[in-house]
Protein backbone atom coordinates (compact mmCIF):
# COMPACT_ATOMS: atom_id res chain seq x y z
CA UNK A 1 0.00 0.00 0.00
CA UNK A 2 1.50 3.28 -0.76
CA UNK A 3 2.27 6.29 1.97
CA UNK A 4 -0.56 7.82 3.89
CA UNK A 5 -0.72 10.21 6.59
CA UNK A 6 1.51 8.69 9.59
CA UNK A 7 1.22 5.25 7.47
CA UNK A 8 5.07 4.79 5.71
CA UNK A 9 3.42 1.97 3.51
CA UNK A 10 4.22 -1.45 2.71
CA UNK A 11 2.54 -4.06 4.42
CA UNK A 12 0.00 -3.23 6.91
CA UNK A 13 0.26 -5.56 10.29
CA UNK A 14 -3.50 -5.02 11.12
CA UNK A 15 -6.20 -2.91 11.56
CA UNK A 16 -8.99 -2.13 13.51
CA UNK A 17 -12.19 -3.06 12.92
CA UNK A 18 -15.55 -2.51 15.55
CA UNK A 19 -12.72 -2.81 18.17
CA UNK A 20 -11.74 -5.96 17.57
CA UNK A 21 -8.13 -6.21 16.15
CA UNK A 22 -7.49 -8.26 13.04
CA UNK A 23 -4.02 -8.70 11.28
CA UNK A 24 -0.76 -10.68 12.67
CA UNK A 25 -0.92 -12.38 15.62
CA UNK A 26 2.03 -10.45 17.23
CA UNK A 27 0.39 -6.86 16.87
CA UNK A 28 -3.05 -7.68 17.32
CA UNK A 29 -1.85 -9.17 20.86
CA UNK A 30 0.39 -5.84 21.43
CA UNK A 31 -2.46 -3.52 20.50
CA UNK A 32 -4.89 -5.42 22.93
CA UNK A 33 -2.37 -5.79 25.76
CA UNK A 34 -1.86 -1.72 25.28
CA UNK A 35 -5.85 -1.38 25.05
CA UNK A 36 -6.67 -3.38 28.48
CA UNK A 37 -3.87 -1.35 30.48
CA UNK A 38 -5.20 1.88 28.77
CA UNK A 39 -8.97 0.61 30.34
CA UNK A 40 -7.38 -0.55 33.76
CA UNK A 41 -5.90 3.12 34.40
CA UNK A 42 -8.54 4.34 36.91
CA UNK A 43 -8.39 1.30 38.87
CA UNK A 44 -5.94 2.90 41.62
CA UNK A 45 -8.95 5.57 42.37
CA UNK A 46 -11.47 3.19 42.37
CA UNK A 47 -9.50 1.06 45.18
CA UNK A 48 -8.89 4.45 46.77
CA UNK A 49 -12.46 5.34 47.43
CA UNK A 50 -12.81 5.41 51.31
CA UNK A 51 -15.61 6.16 53.51
CA UNK A 52 -16.78 9.41 54.61
CA UNK A 53 -18.59 10.42 58.05
CA UNK A 54 -22.17 10.40 56.11
CA UNK A 55 -21.57 7.83 53.41
CA UNK A 56 -20.34 4.98 54.43
CA UNK A 57 -20.25 2.36 51.05
CA UNK A 58 -17.34 3.11 48.94
CA UNK A 59 -16.47 -0.50 49.40
CA UNK A 60 -19.48 -1.79 48.11
CA UNK A 61 -19.22 1.21 45.17
CA UNK A 62 -15.73 -0.43 44.62
CA UNK A 63 -17.18 -3.62 44.09
CA UNK A 64 -20.01 -2.53 41.58
CA UNK A 65 -17.13 -0.45 39.63
CA UNK A 66 -14.75 -3.46 39.22
CA UNK A 67 -17.56 -5.78 38.26
CA UNK A 68 -19.30 -3.83 36.10
CA UNK A 69 -16.25 -1.69 34.57
CA UNK A 70 -13.19 -3.28 34.83
CA UNK A 71 -14.06 -7.00 34.74
CA UNK A 72 -16.63 -6.45 31.52
CA UNK A 73 -12.88 -5.11 29.57
CA UNK A 74 -12.01 -8.30 28.45
CA UNK A 75 -15.50 -10.21 27.14
CA UNK A 76 -15.86 -8.40 23.79
CA UNK A 77 -12.25 -9.16 22.67
CA UNK A 78 -13.35 -13.14 24.60
CA UNK A 79 -15.65 -13.22 21.50
CA UNK A 80 -13.86 -11.57 18.65
CA UNK A 81 -10.44 -12.62 18.74
CA UNK A 82 -8.69 -16.02 18.91
CA UNK A 83 -6.98 -17.16 22.40
CA UNK A 84 -3.51 -16.81 20.06
CA UNK A 85 -4.50 -13.12 20.63
CA UNK A 86 -6.06 -12.56 23.99
CA UNK A 87 -4.28 -14.67 26.11
CA UNK A 88 -1.58 -11.96 26.87
CA UNK A 89 -4.22 -9.46 27.24
CA UNK A 90 -6.09 -11.49 29.87
CA UNK A 91 -3.21 -12.59 31.60
CA UNK A 92 -2.21 -8.64 31.94
CA UNK A 93 -5.84 -8.34 32.98
CA UNK A 94 -5.57 -10.89 35.73
CA UNK A 95 -2.57 -9.49 36.96
CA UNK A 96 -3.95 -5.64 37.04
CA UNK A 97 -7.08 -6.70 38.99
Given at each position: ???????????????????????????????????????????????????????????????????????????????TMPPS?????????????
Open positions: APPHGSYEGGVLPGIRVLGAFLGGVVWCRDKLVKRVRKALEPLPGILALRDSKKVRTAQQLSQVLIRFCMNTTLTFFLRVYLAAAKEHDRLI
